[in-house]
């Protein structure tokens, strides 16, 4: 028994092999902390209902008999379809005072698509109306995040001349 090193016996984790394995197992234990911290930063500064945005607009208000009529266009360009997208509206008078409740369903909104939706105030004549107000959403079947998620995309402007706020 003449070779080199034969007949020696190496210490557990001492061999070549043992020393890869060790540095390889270490070097993934790091890489996936190093993941997961990432992930945890990432996450933690993100809104909970991250998504295309849901754009609502107040395009027209119009007399139609007793009532103003509403044009709404709402810009569903950047998400998903939206079974049921129902809102719930008031519309104050020109003095800031609350003077007409309305519950409207503005779905189904196609995903990456533009609609536009009518409905009326019944018994408000439009020269009564100073601001409208996205008070809450009472639907959103098919919306990333659910109602929350859908009232946190959504955002309002209008054309109309009579403000449109959330």
Same mark, same amino acid.
């Given at each position: 028994?003449?070779?080199?090193?034969?007949?020696?016996?190496?210490?557990?984790?001492?061999?070549?092999?043992?020393?890869?394995?060790?540095?390889a197992a270490l070097g993934l234990t790091v890489a996936? %902390? *190093? @993941?997961? #911290? /990432?992930?945890? !930063?990432?996450? %933690? *500064? @993100?809104? #909970? /209902?991250?998504? !295309?945005?849901?754009?609502?607009?107040?395009?027209?208000?119009? !007399?139609?008999?007793?009532?103003?009529?509403?044009?709404?266009?709402?810009?569903?360009?950047?998400?998903?379809?939206?079974?049921?997208?129902?809102?719930?509206?008031?519309?104050?008078?020109?003095?800031?005072?609350a003077q007409k409740r309305v519950a409207v369903e503005?779905?189904?909104?196609?995903?990456?698509?533009?609609?536009?939706?009518?409905?009326?105030?019944?018994?408000?004549?439009?020269p009564k109306i100073g601001r409208v107000l996205l008070?809450?959403?009472?639907?959103?079947?098919?919306?990333?995040?659910?109602?929350?998620?859908?009232?946190?995309?959504?955002?309002?402007?209008?054309?109309?001349?009579?403000?449109?706020?959330?």
């Amino acid at each position: 028994m003449s070779g080199r090193g034969a007949g020696r016996r190496r210490g557990p984790g001492v061999g070549c092999g043992s020393v890869a394995s060790g540095l390889a197992a270490l070097g993934l234990t790091v890489a996936l %902390a *190093g @993941a997961a #911290a /990432a992930q945890d !930063a990432a996450g %933690a *500064g @993100a809104p #909970a /209902a991250a998504g !295309a945005p849901i754009r609502l607009q107040l395009n027209r208000l119009e !007399a139609s008999g007793e009532a103003c009529r509403a044009t709404v266009v709402i810009d569903n360009l950047k998400g998903g379809a939206i079974k049921s997208y129902k809102v719930d509206l008031f519309a104050f008078d020109t003095e800031g005072v609350a003077q007409k409740r309305v519950a409207v369903e503005l779905g189904p909104l196609p995903a990456r698509k533009t609609t536009v939706k009518l409905f009326d105030f019944a018994g408000l004549t439009c020269p009564k109306i100073g601001r409208v107000l996205l008070n809450d959403v009472l639907a959103c079947e098919g919306g990333e995040g659910g109602r929350e998620g859908c009232l946190e995309r959504t955002e309002t402007e209008t054309k109309a001349g009579v403000p449109l706020d959330r």
